[in-house]
């Protein structure tokens, strides 16, 4: 009997170590990775940052799923995820990042995705006590109950330490040879990482996802504090939370400064509706301003450009502004750094 898996594989450490458990158990494994559009290396995929090692621009699962030579489906959930990051049920962990929510949500595809794959129980390289929102006993039960996977849901890497699973009790695995990794310490996965030669893994594990990113948190908060209400929230709302400095110009206006010529770059896709800034004859940043704005605004606008552009002293530049047809040039003195800092969300 062909026994099948269904892991959940971000290419990270621990989730290739409980792979490999399977694996070497003889059973079948099918990776599924999720797209929450929340990651950072797609992002830098994105901005094609020069200089970069191309090590850290590849698809993490692609890889391992490539090294262990096991079928990786990707999963999109970047729409529907927009509803759970701005409204978690289960709150926010240290950042911006529901982790709760999101691991629940991982599970209940994976679940839905059991028939297709012909799964006989789904699997994750989740440690018992290392991450404080999801891998507590208390949470990893949880996540069971939430998903529906009560009985099926099997974490090699800590099984020891947890109730036995269906697949355990019915022999499909073998529960001997899981293991009772437990704790916040990494030095476990390292020395089986070395036992079972796998030397390609990500670092550091988990820093993958932007909601983790205390800086992309401080811009997103920011975000939800000051959108309208009614107003409905995209993918392009979060996706310009990833580039560039964000400064507060008032309640309903922001401006978004490029930082270097990758960010620059793609901002100008983001142009579309938006008053986009840059100097005229000196190299300087493109800026966004996002929101409806006066002429004095613009102005404003225009001097922090003038601020961050190659120009020193204070005489006044040109600075280009344009919103779809329409083009104007703004003679703007750079705006003093202390005023800039207080406008600075990050
Ligand atoms: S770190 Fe990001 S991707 Fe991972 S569980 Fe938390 S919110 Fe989801």
């Known amino acids: ?201 990500p670092q550091p594990a988990g820093g993958c996802c932007f909601l983790t990113d205390p800086n992309y948190s401080r811009k997103f908060f920011d975000f939800n504090k000051y959108k309208a209400p009614d107003r409905q929230i995209n993918l392009e709302d979060f996706t310009l939370l990833k580039v560039g400095r964000h400064l507060r110009l008032s309640d309903h206006l922001k401006l978004i400064v490029g930082r270097d010529e990758a960010e620059n770059n793609f901002l100008e896709r983001y142009t579309l509706g938006r008053w986009a800034f840059s100097p005229v004859d000196i190299p300087g940043p493109t800026a966004l301003l996002e929101g409806s704005s006066s002429e004095q605004d613009r102005a404003l606008a225009a001097r922090i450009v003038a601020r961050y552009s190659d120009h020193e002293g204070r005489s006044p530049i040109r600075i280009q502004c344009q919103k779809d047809q329409e083009i104007i040039a703004i003679d703007a003195v750079p705006i003093e750094s202390d005023l800039t800092a207080q406008l600075l969300i990050n």
């Open 1 to 201: 009997m062909i026994v099948t898996a269904l892991g959940l594989l971000s290419g990270g450490l621990d989730s290739t170590l409980a792979a490999k458990l399977m694996l070497d158990q003889g059973i079948r494994v099918q990776g599924l990775n999720f797209n929450t559009g929340f990651c950072i290396s797609d992002t830098r995929r994105q901005l094609k940052r020069r200089g970069r090692k191309e090590g850290t621009l590849r698809n993490e699962a692609l890889r391992a799923g490539s090294d262990l030579n096991i079928p990786i489906e990707i999963v999109d959930v970047s729409e529907e995820y927009l509803s759970i990051v701005t409204n978690p049920r289960w709150g926010y962990g240290k950042n911006a990042n529901p982790c709760l929510d999101c691991r629940i949500m991982m599970l209940r595809k994976a679940k839905a995705l059991m028939p297709k794959f012909e799964a006989q129980f789904v699997f994750t390289g989740e440690v018992l006590g290392q991450r404080p929102m999801t891998q507590k006993r208390f949470t990893l039960r949880q996540i069971e109950k939430q998903t529906d996977l009560d009985g099926y849901l099997l974490r090699p890497l800590s099984a020891l330490r947890l109730p036995e699973t269906e697949a355990e009790k019915s022999g499909l695995v073998d529960r001997q040879r899981l293991l009772g990794i437990a704790g916040r310490s990494r030095k476990p996965q390292f020395e089986l990482a070395k036992r079972l030669g796998i030397d390609e893994f």
